[in-house]
């Protein structure tokens, strides 16, 4: 039986192994004359040769949006972003501004996040990093994870990093959170059976029935979305593919998605952050 | 005709809840012979017609998200992360494919395809999903006889 396959295998059909589908294309991002690095080298210890931007796997249309902020459906949120930015709120009555200053002081955070935090004895994530803002100084109660509040803050957060690569902390106490994020990563899960690497890693640049696989990277959230009309957060994007092979989804905000985010932003690591991108 | 329709949908019914059924083969007392399985699970041919419909299917068999089949033509969207379906009853025997279908693991190691009658797959499954199989013995048997169409 062994034997028919190899024979099957080497009359030519097995046209679709791993590395037969039309893989990333060769397009380059650049939004408004800023260069954004979609493509790199991947170190010698990785299970990829090449780190890709799921941008490069999309249709020219859904990558066009994305290459003018004018075209780019996420700016809405961006705007509503910049509102809640001046606007005083909370006990302390004041607004991130008064604090703040111009939010382009936020320039970087999003390449290093989630970051640990001392005080937490934890990584933080983005969202946990506002929320704790919100609640420490502001005195307000702090917006849901995939609030249109939250969302629209983290697209604004995220974007003063475009172009900047990701450089998540992987050693010293964050060491174990990467472990963590790589043993969640290749866990077989669902009643579909299958672990991130099983698609991500083992079959990116294949069509999986309508859908071009990426390697699953990090670097374009939170994401605009055509299936959700809108903007979603990673782990968003993390609990939709769980529930498509039917497995329970870990709660947005938990230890295991932060772990995953933690471990998929080191495997990306040097792709530029791209957030707002826009994807189907 | 009318009693075949009746006896099928009974068959699916139990197969849905999971229990064992006098004559259908449980989940778990399916025997693998080198990843092979002689006998038919529910002792019976299956429909190679309703096995084409359960091929396709998004909720079913879905076996397009991963193989193209060229006799499948007119649905759209047929993945490339498994080999072409085409000719694939001359690569395999009946035995090896109803082993595939049930169990891919056993014939191929770690392979992404998932099993489609096991109860036991991935951790965490979805409740609704718990304990359950992918496919029904009947709808298993369905495949396998519309694989055994797919010759060169």
Known sequence: MRQLFAIAAAAGFIAASAQAGPGPDEDQLEIDGLKIVTEVKAPDDHPLDVIYSGWRFRTDETQSLQMDDFENPAMVAVEYGIELWDTPAGTSNKSCADCHGDVEDMAGLKAITPKWDEAAGAPLTLEDLVNRSIKEHQGGEGWKWESAEMLAMTALIGMQSRGMPVNVQSDGPMADWVEKGKDLYYTRVGQLDMSCANCHEDNNGQYIRADHLSQGNTNGFPTYRFKWQGLGSLHRRFSGCMKNIRAQPFKRGSDEFTALEIYLATRGAGLGVESPSVRN | ?152
């Open chain 2, 1 to 152: 005709m009318p009693r075949k329709i009746c006896a099928a949908a009974i068959v699916t019914a139990i197969g849905l809840t999971g229990e064992a059924w006098a004559g259908t083969i449980s989940p778990d007392s399916v025997e693998f012979e080198d990843g092979a399985i002689a006998a038919s699970l529910t002792g019976v041919a299956g429909n190679a017609e309703t096995g084409r419909k359960v091929f396709a299917n998004r909720k079913q068999g879905n076996c397009l998200a991963c193989h193209q089949n060229e006799d499948l033509r007119a649905e759209p969207f047929h993945g490339e992360v498994g080999p072409m379906m085409d000719g694939v009853a001359d690569r395999w025997t009946e035995a090896e494919l109803r082993g595939i279908v049930v169990n891919s693991k056993m014939t191929f190691d770690g392979t992404i395809m998932p099993s489609f009658y096991r109860t036991t797959n991935g951790a965490r499954p979805l409740e609704k999903f718990e304990g359950k199989t992918i496919l029904t013995a009947e709808q298993v048997e369905d495949v396998v006889a519309y694989l055994l169409t797919l010759k060169d």
